[in-house]
C-alpha cells in the first residue's frame, strides 16, 4: 500500500478503535444566538465513528454555525459537545484541532502567499499527532498532495491555482492534520458537474479508509450519495433526521425548500 493511502487510514482508525457504533461527537442541545439571532435553538444529534453524515438546510438555517462552533471559533451560548466521550464546548479552536477534528470553510481559507506544498506541510506541523519534524512534515505533504491529485504543482502558490484545485488543496491541508473527524463545508460549491462527481469519487476514497465525515453541502445529489443519514437544519432548528430515502420524501423537509404547495407532487 502506497505510503499516503497507509497515512490517511491511520487517521482514520479511530472507527475500529472505539467500535462501529460508538459516538465521535455528540451535541446536546447546542444554543448560538448574535444579537436578536437565534443561529442555532438547542439543535441535538450525534456522529457515529467512521459514519458520514449529511447535514443540509435551507440558506441560513445554521449549518455552517454548527462547524463554527464545534470547531471553537464561536463559543456556544449553551449546550454541550463531546469528542471521543470528553466534553471540548469551551475549548478553544487551536485544542480542539490538536485533538482531530479538522475542516474545510466556504469561502477557501489557502495561505495565498504559500506553495501549495507549504500549505499542507502546514498542516503536519500542527494539527493531531503533528510530524516530529519539519523534514517528516514535508515528506508526507508531498505524498498528501498526490493523493488529492496536485502533485505537479506543490511548488505553485496557492493564489495561482483555480477554484477546484484551491479547494482540493484545503482538503489535503486538513487532512495533513491526521483528523479523527473531517467537515466539509459547502466543498463543492463552483465546481462543475465533471469536477462535482471527481470529489464525489475523492470523498468516497476518504470514507473506504475510515475517516468520519461531515458534509454541509447544498447539492442534494452529493449528500444522497456519500451520506447513509442526513439532519435537517431549518432557521437553527433540527426539523428532520433520516436516510436519503426519507429525507427525500419528508413533508417537513420539502415544506422547508420549496413551500407547503409542493408537498405530496
Keep these: 500500500m502506497p505510503a499516503i493511502l497507509q497515512f490517511i487510514t491511520t487517521s482514520g482508525t479511530m472507527s475500529t478503535l472505539l ?152 482538503l489535503g491541508r486538513a487532512l495533513a492534520t491526521r483528523p479523527r473527524l473531517l467537515l466539509l463545508d459547502e466543498f463543492m460549491s463552483g465546481l462543475t458537474p465533471v469536477e462535482i462527481q471527481a470529489t464525489i469519487s475523492l470523498i468516497t476514497e476518504l470514507k473506504e479508509r475510515g475517516i468520519t465525515i461531515v458534509v454541509v453541502e447544498h447539492i442534494i445529489k452529493a449528500v444522497m450519495t456519500l451520506c447513509s443519514r442526513i439532519i435537517v437544519l431549518n432557521a437553527g432548528q433540527k426539523i428532520a433526521e433520516g436516510s436519503p430515502k426519507e429525507i427525500s420524501t419528508d413533508p417537513t423537509v420539502i415544506t422547508a425548500y420549496l413551500g407547503k404547495s409542493y408537498v405530496g407532487d
Design 19 to 170: 467500535g462501529n457504533m460508538a459516538l465521535i461527537l455528540e451535541i446536546e442541545r447546542l444554543t448560538k444566538t448574535f444579537g436578536g439571532l437565534i443561529a442555532l435553538d438547542e439543535v441535538s444529534f450525534d456522529i457515529k465513528a467512521g459514519e458520514t453524515l449529511g447535514l443540509i438546510g435551507p440558506n441560513g438555517s445554521g449549518k455552517s454555525t454548527v462547524f463554527n462552533v464545534v470547531t471553537g471559533i464561536y463559543p456556544p451560548d449553551a449546550g454541550k459537545i463531546r469528542f471521543c466521550g470528553e466534553e471540548i464546548t469551551a475549548h478553544r479552536a487551536h485544542d480542539i484541532a490538536g485533538r482531530g477534528i479538522a475542516r474545510t470553510f466556504q469561502l477557501v481559507k489557502s495561505f495565498l502567499h504559500l506553495t501549495a506544498l507549504q500549505n499542507v506541510t502546514a498542516g503536519r506541523v500542527y494539527g493531531h499527532e503533528p510530524a516530529a519534524s519539519y523534514a517528516q512534515a514535508a515528506t508526507e505533504a508531498q505524498e498528501i498532495l498526490v493523493f488529492i491529485g496536485l502533485e505537479d504543482k506543490q511548488h505553485v502558490e496557492a493564489r495561482s491555482l483555480p477554484i477546484l484545485e484551491r479547494k482540493r488543496l484545503e
